[in-house]
């Protein structure tokens, strides 16, 4: 009967976070940090690459401009995980 009581209560707890991070979570960019770590995500899935300059979010202001390619200027962590 307890365990039954724990397992309700992780379900419970667990679908609050759940709705929590859904709630927080915006499918919107507005800033130009989101645009461009956007562009790169979008980029990488796209077509494999960091090079932004195909990406509809490309046009932003925090990009880096390499070798007549632009670049996202945000460290990749954030973006493999995305």
């Known amino acids: 009967m307890e365990e039954r009581k724990r397992n ?3 379900l419970w707890v667990a679908l609050f ?3 929590v991070w859904g709630s927080l979570t ?3 960019v ?8 956007m562009a790169a995500i979008e980029s990488l ?3 494999g690459t ?7 979010f490309s046009r ?3 990009r880096i401009l390499v070798d ?9 962590v954030l973006t493999f995980i995305a």
Do not use: C, M
């Open 8 to 10: 309700n209560l992780t």
């Open 17 to 19: 976070f759940v709705l």
């Open 26 to 28: 915006h499918a919107h």
């Open 30 to 37: 507005g800033s130009f940090n989101d645009r461009s770590r």
């Open 45 to 47: 899935v796209e077509r």
């Open 50 to 56: 960091w090079v932004i300059d195909q990406s509809p």
């Open 60 to 62: 932003t202001v925090d």
């Open 68 to 76: 007549g390619h632009f670049y996202s200027d945000k460290p990749p």
